[in-house]
Nanobody
Framework: QVQLQESGPGLVKPSQTLSLTCTVS??????????WTWIRQPPGKGLEWIGY???????RYNPSLKSRTSTSRDTSKNQFTLQLRSVSPEDTAVYYC???????????????WGQGTQVTVSS
């Protein structure tokens, strides 16, 4: 089985950069044809897709966040990262990493999820 685990600071100051790492075990992030994805859920709201990095290193982001979002990977550590710049309290959410299947639509496409990590943006 595949396991994903998010890690990073739980508190970030406004205007700073939110940085998270997802550590993957039980499978390689370079295995075709999976996409390694960041998703978040603000309090009382639904899931919001942030972006992904593919098995080959290509990236794609939610247009609403693209200007301040970066995703990268470290294949030697089997990890991928999220950087969300210039954060505000609006970015407070539980942040998840997840694996997306080649087949399927919507949230059903994600077969493995991390447990999620709370990130609060506050001064």
């Amino acid at each position: 089985q595949v396991q994903l685990q998010e890690s990073g600071p739980g508190l970030v100051k406004p205007s700073q950069t939110l940085s998270l790492t997802c550590t993957v075990s039980g499978g390689s992030i370079t295995t075709n044809y999976y996409y390694w994805t960041w998703i978040r859920q603000p309090p009382g709201k639904g899931l919001e897709w942030i972006g992904y990095i593919t098995y080959s290193g290509s990236t794609r982001y939610n247009p609403s966040l693209k200007s301040r979002t970066s995703t990268s990977r470290d294949t030697s550590k089997n990890q991928f990262t999220l950087q969300l710049r210039s954060v505000s309290p609006e970015d407070t959410a539980v942040y998840y990493c997840a694996r997306r299947l080649e087949s399927g639509l919507g949230w059903a496409s994600y077969d493995y999820w991390g447990q999620g990590t709370q990130v609060t943006v506050s001064s």
